[in-house]
């Protein structure tokens, strides 16, 4: 049985590192939060235009939002 550092270490997390647990099939699988965020941000960047930034558009609404209050 591995001790949870040599798991850490062979996942490429660090004490207090997020990680995604699922039960998949009666086993208990994790993965580093980052890596299951990079998968999302790679789906959701084929219906973005490379020439839009989510950012500024998110500040634009806001501003937009205060305007009208």
Known sequence: MA???D???AL???DGD???MRIVGGELRLRPARDVLNVIQARLRRY???DVV????LIADRRAAADRE
């Open 3 to 5: 001790a949870p550092a």
């Open 7 to 9: 798991m850490r270490r």
């Open 12 to 14: 490429g997390v660090s």
């Open 18 to 20: 997020p990680v995604v």
């Open 48 to 50: 973005i235009s490379k």
């Open 54 to 57: 989510l950012s500024d558009e």
